[in-house]
């Protein structure tokens, strides 16, 4: 890895093969691919739920109330007469819009403060890492519900909520992927030729911690689930009329002993996603990430 | 069998041609079998370690040594597995025996000395624990003869104050010193054997001098077989007195050390010795001048395996693949081309 | 980052010269660092809940005329100046008192707090036993039988059951089985000792397969390090090379990464308090953030924390009393 390379030739050709050997690995582990297709599924059904579910969202229809299975309700209704699959559908909307954006805020936040605080060090780096152990005290969860008690909750500020506690993992990811890359040449020989900070950050850095960033974002994705749908089980989360897996928990919760179907689509919901994004992430660990088992 | 170290160093004929070896492996194969191929580590090894003999096996990076060495002590690393000959050592065939029996063999009749001083002691427990569970498992010892003889140990390989180093854990200890502790660790129960597996590539110039002066004095003193294992013939000419000189997993050529160095019959054996740099002892350059890369094989088929880089190749080494053979007596070469030519020998052995 | 503050003493100093002194001044400059932390953590969660307009009566009580509305919120305090309320709070808190919660306003938070955390504590500490030691003979199992089924079986039941499934799906299920189709144990609540059993195996899921990644892990990390394979060549024997040369090296950063997940789970998950209907901790929490209970919320916030650090402080210490070479020059990790 010389770094006349590196300068004239942007790790392009060296990338690709990169990926294709990623690739390569991940298909060989066969639960992660039926993993990965599983939660495309999901993540397909999310988008189009509008136009794949059988009723309007939030249509009551209180001359059906816990129905059974039947030709017009697949999995039966809710106690006020509502589709349980179309609330299971437009719950995977709500999830999956949880479940992304979360981590989507963590990493836009995390990663800058990580690397700028590894890059500069001094005072940026202490306030980074007194940050860092500010929010390793107070648990997650209780961090985003305290956010949630205060200022409300909606599908987006949970995922903003959420997001704003996972922003740690992603600083301490990106802290230990810089320093471990400062040092490389490659970086080395970028900083003597006079090549900007930003550059070399964006350039030099972040592509080469792609992967690892990557698979952590991706680990995110089940916690969130859990964690979203966990509020919303215990009343705190997304409220009606929005479905939501966890609210469906709730609301079934206490026709467990009659109804127990009515508790199980959710709770199989919530597993199934879980379990396929859980299985995504161990597959691409193993393909991107090999020495981090 | 005697102390008789002149006759030692000419090699096994002069040890008495008659006494059986101490270890002998006969046509050892290993093989790694990967996910989408299988490496094949050695290919029919065989030679033979005599009392007060020092073995010298060298050859390029991946041409199976450390593999080999651990075949003897059944110690190759999973999913490695021994498909084939013999470890003979005292009359049993070590690849034979229950577990049990093989971990009484190991640190007790065939001691190892690994490449790696820094990281083969046990950080969290003392040198005298070392000591101890070797000692005790192997010869019984209680406590405090244990403590006795570890001292006694330490001051044969030249530690300082051994008694004071016996409580300190290995991190205190230097590079040299820890690997004269591991050589100390390796004799404690009198071995017959004793294998070292490159035990100086980690340490600096001068220790690597000491640590090997050290080896001879052990092996004369013992009587030992030792087996050492190295990429450097400068260590080789002054260090052993037969040479196994190995590549792609097989013997290509052996003979006395003298005889080699005069005579060298094999192109890759030549080709070794041409590209000794004058000043010896610096590893890294050693093989810097035979062109290609020596092989991993992963597939078995017929030829030799120095072809594709031998440049007195013929239509015969594609095909058929040389043997072992006696050219003069203790000296051994698997060509069909040997280099007879005075001139290339002359420019190889001026080393 | 440990090894690094205790780079202090090095090799040149003698083995237990200054070693005292080194662990004093480190605690130190730890419970300074967590005491500054707690203090930000209060500070800004004080001010995050009195950001928001409306305060909270505003939804709790909202038809009371302004009048009560002033009064009440007068006998809480809430009238004055937020720093000053800071302050207040700051002072009781160093007085041990913690306040009174508003849902309740007939106890104070730290009575709320000694009913509820032993419900909680016993139902961590049995899930600490639990998942901790089954973990670890898991794990050691695992990595035994490296690349046999039986390493697969572990792994594969461990990281569904006990990583991807969130605890409160494992507990409705133990629920569905365990209590409504077989009737063997209560559905939840709180009272006999048989309401233990199926909250402890459902919280237990988590930390246990956390537990056996790690011990497999790094036991097999060492499994392959060089010294292990010397032992062997020394003849000695499978146990002992597993106890004095894997176990003995590999369950020491088990130390560090388990140890701060013990606050954790001692002070309750408000998942699986909820699932059961316990009456400890974490439903505490749930019931003070519906109801915005500001006293409670940071009572409860602040034992967390707190507890939080000082497991943190303790495992490092442990683990540089337990590894020598921390003990002495630091790991270069
Ligand atoms: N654990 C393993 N898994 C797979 N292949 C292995 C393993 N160990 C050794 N090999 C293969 O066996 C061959 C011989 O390796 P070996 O370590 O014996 O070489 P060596 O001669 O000791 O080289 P060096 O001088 O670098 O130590 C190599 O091709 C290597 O790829
Ligand atoms: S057999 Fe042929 S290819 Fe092999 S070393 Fe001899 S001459 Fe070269
Ligand atoms: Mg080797």
């Given at each position: 890895?010389?770094?006349?390379?590196?300068?004239?030739?942007?790790?392009?050709?060296?990338?690709?093969?990169?990926?294709?050997?990623?690739?390569?690995?991940?298909?060989?582990?066969?639960?992660?691919?039926?993993?990965?297709?599983?939660?495309?599924?999901?993540?397909?059904?999310?988008?189009?739920?509008?136009?794949?579910?059988?009723?309007?969202?939030?249509?009551?229809?209180?001359?059906?109330?816990?129905?059974?299975?039947?030709?017009?309700?697949?999995?039966?209704?809710?106690?006020?007469?509502?589709?349980?699959?179309?609330?299971?559908?437009?719950?995977?909307?709500?999830?999956?819009?949880?479940?992304?954006?979360?981590?989507?805020?963590?990493?836009?936040?995390?990663?800058?403060?990580?690397?700028?605080?590894?890059?500069?060090?001094?005072?940026?780096?202490?306030?980074?890492?007194?940050?860092?152990?500010?929010?390793?005290?107070?648990?997650?969860?209780?961090?985003?519900?305290?956010?949630?008690t205060v200022f409300g909750v909606s599908v987006w500020k949970l995922?903003?909520?959420?997001?704003?506690?996972?922003?740690?993992?992603?600083?301490?990811?990106?802290?230990?992927?810089?320093?471990?890359?400062?040092?490389?040449?490659?970086?080395?020989?970028?900083?003597?030729?006079?090549?900007?900070?930003?550059?070399?950050?964006?350039?030099?850095?972040?592509?080469?911690?792609?992967?690892?960033?990557?698979?952590?974002?991706?680990?995110?994705?089940?916690?969130?689930?859990?964690?979203?749908?966990?509020?919303?089980?215990?009343?705190?989360?997304?409220?009606?009329?929005?479905?939501?897996?966890?609210?469906?928990?709730?609301?079934?919760?206490?026709?467990?002993?009659?109804?127990?179907?009515?508790?199980?689509?959710?709770?199989?919901?919530?597993?199934?996603?879980?379990?396929?994004?859980?299985?995504?992430?161990?597959?691409?660990?193993?393909?991107?990430?090999?020495?981090?088992? | 069998?005697?102390?008789?170290?002149?006759?030692?160093?000419?090699?096994?004929?002069?040890?008495?041609?008659?006494?059986?070896?101490?270890?002998?492996?006969?046509?050892?194969?290993?093989?790694?079998?990967?996910?989408?191929?299988?490496?094949?580590?050695?290919?029919?090894?065989?030679?033979?370690?005599?009392?007060?003999?020092?073995?010298?096996?060298?050859?390029?990076?991946?041409?199976?040594?450390?593999?080999?060495?651990?075949?003897?002590?059944?110690?190759?690393?999973?999913?490695?597995?021994?498909?084939?000959?013999?470890?003979?050592?005292?009359?049993?065939?070590?690849?034979?025996?229950?577990?049990?029996?093989?971990?009484?063999?190991?640190?007790?009749?065939?001691?190892?000395?690994?490449?790696?001083?820094?990281?083969?002691?046990?950080?969290?427990?003392?040198?005298?624990?070392?000591?101890?569970?070797?000692?005790?498992?192997?010869?019984?010892?209680?406590?405090?003869?244990?403590?006795?003889?570890?001292?006694?140990?330490?001051?044969?390989?030249?530690?300082?104050?051994?008694?004071?180093?016996?409580?300190?854990?290995?991190?205190?200890?230097?590079?040299?010193?820890?690997?004269?502790?591991?050589?100390?660790?390796?004799?404690?129960?009198?071995?017959?054997?004793?294998?070292?597996?490159?035990?100086?590539?980690?340490?600096?110039?001068?220790?690597?001098?000491?640590?090997?002066?050290?080896?001879?004095?052990?092996?004369?003193?013992?009587?030992?077989?030792?087996?050492?294992?190295?990429?450097?013939?400068?260590?080789?000419?002054?260090?052993?007195?037969?040479?196994?000189?190995?590549?792609?997993?097989?013997?290509?050529?052996?003979?006395?050390?003298?005889?080699?160095?005069?005579?060298?019959?094999?192109?890759?054996?030549?080709?070794?010795?041409?590209?000794?740099?004058?000043?010896?002892?610096?590893?890294?350059?050693?093989?810097?001048?035979?062109?290609?890369?020596?092989?991993?094989?992963?597939?078995?088929?017929?030829?030799?395996?120095?072809?594709?880089?031998?440049?007195?190749?013929?239509?015969?080494?594609?095909?058929?693949?040389?043997?072992?053979?006696?050219?003069?007596?203790?000296?051994?070469?698997?060509?069909?081309?040997?280099?007879?030519?005075?001139?290339?020998?002359?420019?190889?052995?001026?080393? | 980052?440990?090894?690094?503050?205790?780079?202090?003493?090095?090799?040149?100093?003698?083995?237990?010269?200054?070693?005292?002194?080194?662990?004093?001044?480190?605690?130190?400059?730890?419970?300074?660092?967590?005491?500054?932390?707690?203090?930000?953590?209060?500070?800004?969660?004080?001010?995050?809940?009195?950001?928001?307009?409306?305060?909270?009566?505003?939804?709790?009580?909202g038809d009371l005329t302004k009048v009560a509305m002033h009064n009440?919120?007068?006998?809480?305090?809430?009238?004055?100046?937020?720093?000053?309320?800071?302050?207040?709070?700051?002072?009781?808190?160093?007085?041990?008192?913690?306040?009174?919660?508003?849902?309740?306003?007939?106890?104070?938070?730290?009575?709320?707090?000694?009913?509820?955390?032993?419900?909680?504590?016993?139902?961590?500490?049995?899930?600490?036993?639990?998942?901790?030691?089954?973990?670890?003979?898991?794990?050691?199992?695992?990595?035994?039988?490296?690349?046999?089924?039986?390493?697969?079986?572990?792994?594969?039941?461990?990281?569904?059951?006990?990583?991807?499934?969130?605890?409160?799906?494992?507990?409705?299920?133990?629920?569905?089985?365990?209590?409504?189709?077989?009737?063997?144990?209560?559905?939840?609540?709180?009272?006999?000792?048989?309401?233990?059993?199926?909250?402890?195996?459902?919280?237990?899921?988590?930390?246990?397969?956390?537990?056996?990644?790690?011990?497999?892990?790094?036991?097999?990390?060492?499994?392959?390090?060089?010294?292990?394979?010397?032992?062997?060549?020394?003849?000695?024997?499978?146990?002992?090379?597993?106890?004095?040369?894997?176990?003995?090296?590999?369950?020491?950063?088990?130390?560090?990464?388990?140890?701060?997940?013990?606050?954790?789970?001692?002070?309750?998950?408000?998942?699986?308090?909820?699932?059961?209907?316990?009456?400890?901790?974490?439903?505490?929490?749930?019931?003070?953030?519906?109801?915005?209970?500001?006293?409670?919320?940071?009572?409860?916030?602040?034992?967390?924390?707190?507890?939080?650090?000082?497991?943190?402080?303790?495992?490092?210490?442990?683990?540089?009393?337990?590894?020598?070479?921390?003990?002495?020059?630091?790991?270069?990790?």
């Open positions: 890895m010389t770094t006349v390379q590196v300068q004239l030739e942007p790790a392009k050709r060296a990338s690709t093969s990169f990926w294709h050997a990623a690739w390569y690995r991940y298909r060989r582990n066969r639960l992660s691919v039926v993993a990965g297709a599983v939660a495309l599924v999901i993540l397909v059904v999310a988008v189009v739920a509008p136009w794949v579910a059988p009723y309007r969202e939030a249509t009551i229809d209180l001359t059906h109330v816990l129905a059974r299975p039947t030709w017009h309700h697949w999995l039966g209704t809710d106690e006020i007469g509502r589709d349980t699959l179309t609330r299971l559908i437009w719950g995977d909307q709500t999830s999956m819009s949880v479940a992304i954006g979360a981590p989507l805020v963590g990493a836009l936040i995390g990663l800058p403060l990580g690397i700028l605080g590894g890059w500069f060090g001094g005072a940026l780096d202490w306030v980074v890492l007194r940050l860092i152990e500010l929010f390793t005290m107070v648990p997650t969860i209780l961090a985003a519900l305290l956010f949630i995922a903003l909520f959420i997001g704003i506690t996972l922003w740690v993992g992603f600083a301490r990811l990106a802290r230990a992927q810089y320093l471990a890359l400062r040092d490389r040449d490659f970086v080395q020989a970028a900083r003597a030729g006079g090549v900007p900070t930003w550059r070399i950050i964006l350039v030099h850095i972040l592509p080469n911690a792609a992967g690892p960033v990557i698979v952590y974002f991706v680990q995110q994705i089940p916690y969130t689930i859990f964690t979203a749908a966990g509020f919303s089980f215990l009343g705190l989360g997304i409220q009606d009329p929005t479905p939501d897996w966890g609210k469906m928990i709730n609301d079934a919760e206490t026709y467990l002993a009659t109804d127990p179907l009515l508790v199980f689509v959710p709770v199989v919901a919530i597993a199934l996603a879980c379990l396929s994004f859980s299985f995504v992430g161990d597959g691409l660990r193993d393909a991107l990430d090999p020495t981090s088992k | 069998m005697t102390d008789d170290l002149a006759g030692a160093r000419v090699g096994p004929e002069g040890t008495g041609a008659g006494a059986a070896p101490l270890l002998e492996v006969r046509g050892l194969r290993v093989a790694f079998p990967l996910e989408r191929r299988t490496v094949y580590a050695v290919q029919g090894l065989t030679f033979e370690v005599h009392a007060g003999e020092r073995l010298g096996i060298v050859g390029e990076s991946g041409s199976g040594k450390s593999v080999s060495a651990q075949s003897i002590m059944r110690m190759v690393p999973f999913p490695g597995k021994v498909t084939g000959g013999q470890v003979l050592f005292e009359g049993r065939d070590l690849l034979g025996i229950p577990d049990a029996a093989i971990r009484s063999v190991r640190g007790s009749k065939i001691g190892m000395v690994p490449q790696n001083p820094l990281s083969s002691l046990n950080p969290v427990i003392t040198i005298e624990a070392h000591f101890r569970e070797v000692l005790s498992r192997h010869l019984g010892l209680s406590r405090s003869e244990a403590r006795v003889r570890a001292v006694e140990l330490l001051g044969s390989v030249g530690i300082p104050d051994p008694a004071q180093r016996l409580h300190e854990y290995a991190h205190r200890l230097s590079g040299g010193q820890r690997q004269r502790v591991i050589i100390a660790l390796a004799i404690a129960c009198r071995p017959r054997v004793l294998i070292a597996d490159e035990p100086t590539t980690a340490l600096d110039v001068t220790i690597q001098a000491q640590i090997l002066q050290l080896f001879d004095e052990l092996v004369a003193g013992a009587n030992l077989g030792a087996v050492l294992i190295t990429h450097n013939l400068g260590i080789v000419a002054a260090h052993c007195d037969r040479v196994v000189v190995m590549y792609a997993g097989r013997v290509m050529e052996t003979a006395p050390v003298v005889e080699l160095f005069r005579s060298p019959s094999h192109p890759y054996t030549v080709g070794l010795l041409r590209c000794v740099p004058r000043v010896a002892m610096h590893k890294a350059r050693v093989f810097a001048t035979i062109p290609g890369l020596p092989p991993q094989v992963t597939e078995l088929r017929d030829g030799c395996p120095f072809a594709p880089r031998c440049d007195r190749v013929s239509e015969q080494c594609r095909r058929e693949t040389p043997a072992l053979a006696d050219i003069a007596p203790g000296h051994a070469l698997a060509c069909w081309n040997p280099v007879t030519d005075a001139a290339a020998r002359a420019e190889a052995a001026s080393v | 980052m440990l090894a690094l503050r205790l780079q202090g003493c090095g090799p040149d100093q003698g083995p237990s010269d200054g070693r005292a002194d080194v662990v004093l001044s480190y605690l130190l400059q730890r419970v300074l660092s967590l005491l500054f932390v707690l203090l930000l953590a209060t500070v800004g969660i004080f001010a995050m809940m009195h950001s928001v307009p409306g305060g909270p009566f505003a939804f709790s009580q009440i919120m007068a006998k809480y305090g809430l009238t004055e100046p937020v720093w000053r309320q800071y302050l207040n709070w700051i002072w009781q808190l160093m007085h041990g008192y913690l306040g009174i919660p508003f849902e309740e306003p007939t106890m104070t938070v730290n009575h709320l707090i000694a009913t509820a955390w032993p419900i909680t504590l016993i139902i961590g500490g049995l899930t600490i036993a639990v998942s901790y030691s089954l973990g670890l003979l898991l794990g050691v199992v695992a990595a035994i039988r490296h690349n046999t089924w039986v390493d697969s079986l572990i792994t594969a039941v461990v990281s569904t059951a006990g990583i991807a499934l969130p605890n409160y799906v494992i507990g409705f299920l133990l629920i569905e089985v365990f209590a409504v189709k077989l009737g063997w144990l209560p559905v939840g609540g709180w009272g006999s000792p048989a309401d233990v059993v199926l909250p402890v195996i459902a919280f237990s899921l988590y930390p246990l397969a956390l537990m056996e990644r790690y011990t497999r892990a790094s036991t097999l990390e060492v499994t392959y390090a060089d010294y292990v394979r010397m032992g062997r060549a020394r003849g000695l024997s499978g146990r002992r090379i597993l106890f004095n040369y894997v176990l003995r090296t590999s369950l020491i950063p088990l130390i560090t990464i388990m140890g701060p997940n013990i606050p954790n789970i001692l002070t309750g998950s408000i998942f699986i308090e909820a699932t059961f209907g316990l009456p400890g901790l974490g439903s505490y929490f749930t019931n003070a953030s519906l109801h915005r209970d500001y006293p409670l919320i940071m009572a409860l916030v602040l034992i967390v924390a707190a507890l939080w650090g000082a497991c943190y402080i303790i495992s490092d210490l442990a683990y540089a009393i337990v590894d020598p070479r921390v003990r002495l020059e630091g790991l270069s990790r």
